[in-house]
Structures are given as structure tokens and as C-alpha cells.
């Protein structure tokens, strides 16, 4: 996600909280209580994956019923997922990887995005692109803190949100890195929780999250959170999707 000049500046995806929680729903009614508990527990910022029946019906309750969560669609691989993400009401977007095509559509959204990358030469074509902000996936198979500190010193300006295989217990490794802006993540959201509706447990473990570098300075408070409404910026900052069109998020 990429800055450009705006006289409105919002928060980056990568800044608002520690973790991003990558969330799969199975059953959209339970997309509001989650988002909630998610909220509540310092992780505003909740990426509801493209693979199920339910997610977009789930971004859509999210959006429209818990105004301090920014929902954002993971798993986008096509324009068709960006055009169904968008009109579910996806403030944001990410993926697993990319190609010329669906960037020019994730570009072409008007909100931020992240890219998906685990080569040093994917990285250097999104800098070309303006494109700053990306997803390193799959983190721990790609090789890691390692690989992420040998990018530090050749290609400063990128940054990333390392997700796949990133626990409560290694994030702090990836959150201590210069060129590392938050973790994606699961932890938060065990199984048996979610089944059992136990949104405290999930709300308790959010807070533990949120707490892995909450702490430090630089971090937005949720309570200045843009409205989906708001002025935001299509790059790596949050703006809204009738702004000019610019190099990406």
C-alpha cells in the first residue's frame, strides 16, 4: 500500500494493530459476534477470507454492523473476487500471490491491498508498481524472519505482513523487524471457540495479541479509525473508494 499526498491521512493496515486475524467463516451469523469480540480484544483490523459460501455475507454483516472493525477480504485471486469483495463492502484486500491482472485490479479498487510475495524479485516488481506494502506468505515455509531481515538492507522500503505459520509464539520475532508492519494470524481463533460461540475466549486471546507490541510507539488507536465513508487513501492508507485512483495501497 502505497503513500501518496492527501491532506486526509488515515492509518496504514499494517499500523493498526500488532495482528491482523485471518478469519474463515463457516456460518455468517456468527460474523458480527466474532468481529466483536475481535474489536473489543484491540484487533480492529480483521481479514474474512474468500473461501467459503459464507464470507461475503459475513464482510457485509461486519461492515454494516460493527463500525470500529475495518473488514477486509482475504484470499482474493481474481477481478471477480475484488468486484464481489468491493461490493460486500471490503475496506481492504489481500492475497495470496499475484499477477498483472489481478493487480490492475486490486489497483483499480480504491482501497488497500496487499499482494502476496515470497521472492526477492516479486518484491522488486511491486516496488516498480509503487506498490510498498505487501504480504509475505507463506511466511515460515518461505524462510522466515531469515529471509525477511536479508530483504532489510537491499529493499527498505518494503513492508510486510508475514501470515502462514506465524504463532503467539514466533510473532514477536517477525514484529521486532524493521521492515515488518503486523503478523497475520489464526491463534486467536481456536476451533473449539468459534464452535462453542465462546466469543470471551475469543476476545481474551485478541487482547493477548494485541498486546504482542501494542505498547510501542506509533501505534493508531481504534477509536481514530476512518468510517467506510471516510477519506481514504488507495494506497497504504485507508480511503474511500470514490478517491482518485493511485498507485495502490
Do not use: H
Amino acid at each position: 500500500m502505497t503513500s501518496v499526498p492527501s491532506a486526509a491521512s488515515a492509518p496504514s493496515v499494517l499500523d493498526l494493530a500488532p495482528v491482523l486475524p485471518v478469519v474463515v467463516v463457516d456460518d455468517a451469523a456468527d460474523a458480527v459476534p466474532l468481529a466483536r469480540a475481535l474489536v473489543a480484544g484491540g484487533l480492529p483490523a480483521i481479514e474474512v477470507t474468500l473461501r467459503t459460501p459464507a464470507a461475503l455475507d459475513a464482510i457485509r454483516a461486519i461492515a454494516a454492523e460493527v463500525p470500529d472493525a475495518v473488514v477486509g477480504a482475504g484470499t482474493v485471486v481474481s477481478p471477480e473476487g475484488v468486484a464481489a469483495a468491493m461490493a460486500a463492502g471490503a475496506r481492504f484486500l489481500v492475497s495470496p500471490g499475484w499477477t498483472d491482472t489481478l493487480l490492475d485490479a486490486m489497483r483499480g479498487s480504491g482501497v488497500p491491498f496487499l499482494p502476496g510475495v515470497s521472492t526477492a524479485s516479486e518484491v522488486v516488481a511491486l516496488l516498480e508498481w509503487g506498490v510498498r506494502e505487501m504480504k509475505f506468505f507463506p511466511a515460515e515455509a518461505a524462510g522466515g524472519t531469515a529471509f525477511l531481515k536479508s530483504l532489510a538492507g537491499p529493499l527498505p522500503t518494503a513492508r510486510f505482513c508475514p501470515t502462514g505459520g506465524v504463532s503467539l509464539a514466533s510473532a514477536p520475532a517477525y514484529l521486532a523487524l524493521p521492515n515488518v508492519g503486523c503478523v497475520g494470524g489464526t491463534w486467536m481463533l481456536p476451533a473449539d471457540a468459534l464452535r462453542a460461540g465462546d466469543w470471551g475466549q475469543v476476545e481474551s486471546l485478541a487482547r493477548e495479541a494485541s498486546g504482542l507490541r501494542g505498547r510501542s510507539a506509533g501505534r493508531t488507536p481504534t477509536s481514530g479509525l476512518p468510517g467506510r465513508d471516510a477519506d481514504r487513501t488507495p494506497t497504504s492508507e485507508l480511503r474511500g473508494r470514490d478517491a482518485g485512483r493511485a498507485p495502490q495501497a
